[in-house]
Structures are given as C-alpha cells and as structure tokens.
C-alpha cells in the first residue's frame, strides 16, 4: 500500500467531486456513438452526483465517435457538461492514425488524454491483466520503468494531448523500482509541467492488482510541489463505474491539500475550487 502523505498537508475537510474525465462509452472495441450507448453514462453521472464528465474512448477506436450524437446528448442533459475527448496511447500499429484523426478533429474536441500502454511488444498492452505481467519477467524492473517514462515523455512532447492518464501505470502488476528513480521521476514531472499539461489521479488503480492510486503518493507530492494540476478520473469502462471510489479520492485529495481541479472545454483549461 502507499505511504502515508506527508503530514503538514494532512486536512480534516473533504470535498464533493464533481467531474470524471477519464471514460469508455465503447469499452474495448468499435461501437457507434448513438443516444442508446450514451445516455446511460448521462444517467449514472447524474446519480454519482457528477456534473462534468468526458468520454475518452482509445484512439484505435476513433471511427466510432460521432460529434453530432454527442451534440443531441448535450441537448438532452442540460445538467451535465459532456466533453468530447480521446485518449491517444502509443499502440504501435493503430496510433499514428489515432494522431492523424484527433489533428483533424482538434477543434471539436474539448480533451485529450496521453497514455502509454505498449512497451516492448506491439501486440499486447502490458497493463492487460493477468497476461501483461509476463512482459516483466526475468527484466530488469529499474530499465522498465525508464523506458515507460521515456515513453511518457514522448507522448507529452506530441503537442496533442492536454493531461496524461494513470502516470505510472507500469507498476500496475505490483513491481516496484530500485531507489535510483526518484531523479527520473522528477525530470518527467519536469518535462510535464514545462508542456504546460494537467495530470490524472485515477481511481483505476484500486481496481487493479496494485490496489492503489494512480499515481503513487510520491508522484502525486512531486506534482504539488512542481506546480502541475489535476484532473480526478475512474477510467470507467462501464457507465456503473463512473466516480468508482470517488469518496476515497476526495480523502486522498484533502489529506494532500489539494483544492482545485481542473476541467477542459475546447483545450481550455480551468481551475475549480474544490
């Protein structure tokens, strides 16, 4: 489990979160964007109490998105603030033409989200559980997590993404580096900050193996220290998982004094207080 946070940010007051930016209407494949698929993610954001959401579908699944039913879903809910946006990975087969659709359609879209989910074979995301975790077998964990945050930072570099997703994620099946990463985790939040990007506290992480927050403590005390901004996430792939563990998030939140968040509409983004 993570370390406790460092305790001059330690705070009795939490907060009602309001905004979940990391979701899969499609799930894992090509489905059409139609009012049948959607409005039940309207529906189950009403009842989380969420007033901002963002659908994020993988890039390899672009030809399913339709701008205009997410139009006649905004019209339908005016309660909700819906944002359109994607979630660009380095999927080496499909993502090239993953960047070529989302510069095409950059003004229609209101988020992008960066992530890595490849390493060193094209056909299997490392994060896929339980099969990804035999990528790291007998590897060197230290030169892993330097090449997955060598990846990180050549997605934040494309100019096409406004907040990278689960930071480290590559710790997902349980494994841990040596002590001499600490530097290169503060280059990359440095690199982060100076491409002007918000990151991700993602609530995935405790549906996973690691049963943890993405990111870790230490990451999440290095970006408050840097400056950067957060967005809060479920990286739902079910409309029922939107706001998963949110009450915890909100505690996560206070204890480390954060109290803002930040929403995006056509890549603006915004602070909101908490």
């Given at each position: 489990?993570?370390?406790?946070?460092?305790?001059?940010?330690?705070?009795?007051?939490?907060y009602?979160?309001?905004?979940?930016?990391?979701?899969?209407?499609?799930?894992?494949?090509?489905?059409?964007?139609t009012?049948?698929?959607?409005?039940?993610?309207?529906?189950?954001?009403?009842?989380?109490?969420?007033?901002?959401?963002?659908?994020?579908?993988?890039?390899?699944?672009?030809?399913?998105?339709?701008?205009d039913?997410?139009?006649?879903?905004?019209?339908?809910?005016?309660?909700?603030?819906?944002?359109?946006?994607?979630?660009?990975?380095?999927?080496?087969?499909h993502?090239?033409?993953?960047?070529?659709?989302?510069?095409?359609?950059?003004?229609?879209?209101?988020?992008?989200?960066?992530?890595?989910?490849?390493?060193?074979?094209a056909?299997?995301?490392?994060?896929?559980?339980?099969?990804?975790?035999?990528?790291?077998?007998?590897?060197s964990?230290?030169?892993?997590?330097?090449?997955?945050?060598r990846?990180?930072?050549?997605?934040?570099?494309?100019?096409?993404?406004?907040?990278?997703?689960?930071?480290?994620?590559?710790?997902?099946?349980?494994?841990?580096?040596?002590?001499?990463?600490?530097?290169?985790l503060?280059?990359?939040?440095?690199?982060?900050h100076?491409?002007?990007?918000?990151?991700?506290?993602?609530?995935?992480?405790?549906?996973?193996?690691?049963?943890?927050?993405?990111?870790?403590?230490?990451?999440?005390?290095?970006?408050?220290d840097?400056?950067?901004?957060?967005?809060?996430?479920?990286?739902?792939?079910?409309?029922?998982?939107?706001?998963?563990?949110?009450?915890?998030?909100?505690?996560?939140?206070?204890?480390?004094?954060?109290?803002?968040?930040?929403?995006?509409?056509?890549?603006?983004?915004?602070?909101?207080?908490?």
């Open positions: 489990m993570e370390p406790s946070v460092t305790a001059n940010r330690l705070s009795t007051k939490t009602q979160l309001f905004s979940d930016y990391h979701s899969h209407p499609q799930g894992h494949r090509v489905q059409w964007y009012q049948a698929l959607l409005q039940p993610w309207a529906d189950s954001a009403r009842r989380s109490g969420l007033t901002d959401i963002a659908f994020t579908d993988h890039d390899r699944y672009h030809a399913g998105i339709d701008f039913e997410i139009d006649r879903l905004r019209e339908r809910n005016p309660d909700l603030r819906i944002r359109a946006g994607i979630e660009l990975d380095n999927d080496p087969i993502s090239a033409a993953g960047r070529n659709w989302i510069e095409k359609h950059w003004d229609k879209l209101d988020f992008v989200l960066g992530s890595v989910h490849f390493l060193t074979r056909d299997q995301m490392f994060d896929s559980v339980p099969d990804g975790a035999a990528q790291f077998e007998g590897r964990i230290d030169a892993i997590y330097a090449d997955y945050f990846r990180v930072r050549e997605i934040a570099a494309t100019g096409l993404v406004d907040c990278l997703a689960h930071l480290d994620l590559i710790k997902i099946h349980g494994h841990r580096p040596g002590t001499g990463t600490g530097s290169l503060s280059e990359t939040l440095d690199f982060i100076a491409q002007n990007l918000a990151i991700e506290l993602s609530t995935a992480g405790w549906r996973k193996p690691v049963n943890e927050l993405y990111p870790g403590d230490r990451i999440i005390e290095l970006a408050i840097k400056g950067i901004s957060f967005t809060t996430a479920s990286d739902a792939h079910s409309h029922a998982q939107l706001g998963d563990n949110f009450r915890s998030l909100a505690q996560k939140m206070a204890n480390f004094g954060i109290r803002r968040v930040c929403i995006f509409e056509k890549h603006n983004r915004i602070q909101v207080p908490l």
